[in-house]
């Protein structure tokens, strides 16, 4: 790590933390509106995630605004804050689809499958932002994420081909294929995530 003549800011490794505990917690709950076969599909329990990762979005860009010298590069404690943000913004999204469009229709097996690999891939991230203070042993975080994204892109395919082969009506292709879009690209978002920290890392080694 590079060496500094001031002492950083540590507090926002504490909030980035807190941000990655918040997108494992509201994928494990998008993960059970989607399974919820049977349920009224509320969003209420994802849309609380979506507001503490708004409120500690801004904890980290009033820290950053108010801070000399930070841990890592400005632009980069931003970026990621931003990643950390979009990524709950898109899983609330999925939410408020399934509970606009789909209602109590059962889901898809695929949509299902992407909700389980997004679960995977935010406790990596957890692991992935444990280790950034230190900036040691992120790679089989890393690999781990990136096989998990092919696996969505997979699932996602397979979707595709399920949603045209005539299984379905005209309607509810559209309204399926809508969702499992969604998904896909709250997927990458967490991928995202994880190429801002290999880059931040790549900096100070």
């Given at each position: 790590m590079r060496f500094r003549l001031l002492p950083s800011d540590e507090g926002f490794f504490t909030l980035f933390d807190a941000a990655a505990a918040n997108i494992a917690e509201c994928a494990r709950r998008l993960s059970h509106v989607i399974a919820d076969d049977n349920g009224d599909r509320s969003t209420d329990a994802v849309r609380?995630?979506?507001?503490?990762?708004?409120e500690l979005t801004?904890?980290?860009?009033?820290?950053?605004n108010s801070t000399f010298v930070t841990p890592f590069d400005r632009e980069d404690i931003h970026e990621l804050a931003e990643k950390l943000d979009?990524?709950?913004?898109?899983?609330?999204a999925v939410a408020a689809r399934m509970q606009l469009i789909v209602q109590r229709?059962?889901?898809?097996?695929?949509?299902?499958?992407?909700?389980?690999?997004?679960?995977?891939?935010?406790?990596?991230?957890?692991?992935l932002m444990g280790r950034l203070e230190s900036m040691k042993g992120i790679q089989d975080d890393l690999?781990?994420?990136?096989?998990?994204?092919?696996?969505?892109?997979?699932?996602y395919r397979e979707a595709l081909v399920r949603l045209f082969s005539g299984e379905y009506d005209a309607l509810d292709v559209v309204r399926?294929?809508?969702?499992?879009?969604?998904?896909?690209?709250?997927?990458?978002?967490?991928?995202d995530i994880s190429n801002v920290i290999e880059s931040i890392v790549l900096k100070h080694a």
């Open positions: 609380e995630c979506e507001h503490e990762g708004d801004r904890q980290i860009l009033q820290r950053l979009d990524v709950v913004d898109d899983m609330q229709r059962p889901a898809i097996p695929e949509l299902k499958q992407q909700a389980d690999v997004m679960v995977q891939m935010a406790e990596r991230i957890v692991n690999e781990a994420i990136d096989q998990l994204e092919s696996q969505g892109d997979t699932i399926w294929k809508d969702m499992v879009e969604a998904m896909e690209a709250a997927i990458n978002t967490v991928e």
